[in-house]
């Protein structure tokens, strides 16, 4: 760790929203994330946005890993990982998100003893293993026994001495290392570029491509163009906000891993036979003018 990490680590960090909320983004936003994941009472409303009472905010992280848009700004509780295998200890549970970006990094085996891997630890294991095995990946090894000194693990003294044979290197290697994240970390769809996990649906029935949920989307999932409705949901963070902005419900959600697949809608150019609209139509089939009511739109060459 560099002086500059040294330095940053001890200043007194507390936690924000920030405001890429999604609240802030729209007053039509329920995002009601952090509120629920807070333990501690901590997370107030203060004008329909969400506030962090510091008094009351133990710093767990919860509410950083709740927020699908990262703005909950902060850093998580350390853990300690060493030879890519983290301890349990009697720091805070992490979340399964905060899980699955560990395993990125290269954890993948979970050391407890009996009385540290409790029910909880258990249990966000189990649902972070389901995650992986459903995006192809490995499960997390779990051992309740005491992490053991092997040949591969040096005292300080030890490897104070074989550093100095051998190379600095080995001080990444072998040390134990307190890991760290902060908000920007927990995106997790970045770490699984091959897969989605979000199934973002479009009605082109009721679509009036009015563009609000193309403007809003913080993660450009949604791109309208002069010939199509294009949605690529690989970076979709289930955040609901075109969802809630939608003036005509057209769009719904699902959260499902799958492999990315992204979809596009053509769009047309249509004109009224009697009025001479011009209109952006999914539809390149008979549907009636909705200005005038009484023409059928037909294609339209400019
Ligand atoms: S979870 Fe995030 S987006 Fe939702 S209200 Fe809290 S800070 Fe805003
Ligand atoms: S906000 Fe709704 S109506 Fe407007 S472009 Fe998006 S899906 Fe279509
Ligand atoms: S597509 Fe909708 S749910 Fe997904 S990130 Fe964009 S606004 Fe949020």
Request: hydrophobic share 30%; aromatic share 10%; glycine share 2%.
């Amino acid at each position: 760790m560099g002086f500059l990490d040294k330095w940053v680590e001890s200043l007194d960090y507390e936690y924000e929203v920030l405001t890429s909320c999604t609240r802030y983004k729209s007053p039509r936003s329920t995002c009601q994330s952090c509120f629920d994941a807070c333990e501690h009472d901590a997370i107030t409303s203060v004008n329909n946005r969400p506030f962090i009472k510091n008094d009351k905010c133990v710093e767990c992280g919860i509410c950083i890993a709740a927020c699908p848009v990262q703005a909950v700004a902060g850093i998580f509780p350390k853990r300690t990982v060493i030879q890519n295998k983290l301890l349990v200890t009697g720091e805070h549970l992490p979340t399964v998100k905060e899980m699955l970006v560990l395993y990125k990094k290269g954890v993948s085996e979970i050391i407890g003893e009996d009385s540290s891997l409790t029910e909880s630890w258990q249990q966000v294991i189990k649902e972070a293993n389901s995650i992986l095995h459903q995006l192809g990946e490995d499960s997390f090894n779990v051992s309740d026994k005491a992490f053991e000194k092997t040949e591969e693990v040096y005292s300080r003294r030890e490897l104070f001495t074989q550093w100095k044979k051998e190379s600095q290197t080995l001080v990444k290697q072998f040390a134990p290392a307190k890991w760290r994240f902060n908000h920007k970390d927990l995106d997790v769809a970045k770490y699984y570029p091959d897969y989605q996990f979000t199934k973002i649906t479009l009605n082109p029935d009721k679509c009036t491509l009015c563009k609000a949920c193309e403007v809003l989307c913080e993660k450009k999932c949604l791109n309208i163009t002069d010939s199509s409705f294009s949605i690529a949901a690989q970076a979709c963070s289930s955040c609901r906000l075109c969802v809630e902005i939608c003036p005509e419900k057209a769009i719904s959600l699902e959260e499902k891993i799958s492999k990315v697949q992204d979809i596009h809608y053509p769009i047309y150019k249509r004109k009224c036979s009697i009025c001479n609209q011009v209109y952006d139509s999914f539809h390149d089939y008979g549907e009636k003018c909705t200005t005038c009511t009484n023409g059928f739109l037909s294609p339209y060459i400019s």
